[in-house]
Antibody
Framework: EVQLVESGGGLVQPGGSLRLSCAASGFMFSDHNMDWVRQAPGKGLEWVAR??????????EYAASVKGRFTISRDDSKNLLYLQMNSLKTEDTAVYYC????????????WGRGTLVTVSS | DIQMTQSPSSLSASVGDRVTITCRAS??????LAWFQQKPGKAPKSLIDAASTLQSGVPSKFSGSGSGTDFTLTISSLQPEDFATYYC?????????FGPGTKVDLK
């Protein structure tokens, strides 16, 4: 069974940093692209970042709203996905979901339950 | 960036109704379109990708169609478990962009 479990969310002050993790199980993690998607309270979904599978040397893509502040990475030996978030802004407040994206299919076929990040003073 | 719009933004329907939601892209995206269902307090669930391919385990009452800029999601006979918010997503180019969502509630 595919499982994605996020952790690391919490309350942080503007300008602060936080690192989110996503533990994956039930599938060949290293063979999949992985993404972070967020949802501000009461709002819609926003794609945040992607890291490609090891076959494409872990290249990354970012939404403009987070580029230069957030870094997506992965540890295939531990089946872990990360999102390092720096210079956080109040508008980064959201539930952050990790999602699996299979090769050759549309993205986000499986999602974690999400972790809440609140940026507030 | 490719902008995605959805209509209607919300609709009220009864159990057994046929429901159609429309998604439009600001430029052609071929069939690189996915649909997701989200219930309150839950993670989104993938329903359809490639505009019309049902994900494994998704009931056949859901169907998708379209190509280019105009797409539809149809629920053939609405059931209580289908009341939710539905989002479309284009994935032909970065940044991936979602539509604003269509909330389906009980009339």
């Amino acid at each position: 069974e595919v499982q994605l479990v996020e952790s690391g969310g919490g309350l942080v002050q503007p300008g602060g940093s936080l690192r989110l993790s996503c533990a994956a199980s039930g599938f060949m993690f290293s063979d999949h692209n992985m993404d972070w998607v967020r949802q501000a309270p009461g709002k819609g979904l926003e794609w945040v970042a992607r890291i490609r599978d090891r076959g494409r040397t872990d290249t990354t893509e970012y939404a403009a709203s987070v580029k230069g502040r957030f870094t997506i990475s992965r540890d295939d030996s531990k089946n872990l996905l990360y999102l390092q978030m720096n210079s956080l802004k109040t508008e980064d407040t959201a539930v952050y979901y990790c999602a699996r994206s299979p090769l050759g299919r549309g993205p986000f076929d499986y999602w974690g339950r999400g972790t809440l990040v609140t940026v507030s003073s | 960036d490719i902008q995605m719009t959805q209509s209607p933004s919300s609709l009220s329907a009864s159990v057994g109704d046929r429901v159609t939601i429309t998604c439009r892209a600001s430029q052609g995206i071929s069939n690189s379109l996915a649909w997701f269902q989200q219930k309150p307090g839950k993670a989104p669930k993938s329903l359809i990708d490639a505009a019309s391919t049902l994900q494994s385990g998704v009931p056949s009452k859901f169907s998708g169609s379209g190509s280019g800029t105009d797409f539809t999601l149809t629920i053939s006979s609405l059931q209580p478990e289908d009341f939710a918010t539905y989002y479309c997503l284009q994935y032909i180019s970065y940044p991936f962009t979602f539509g604003p969502g269509t909330k389906v509630d009980l009339k």
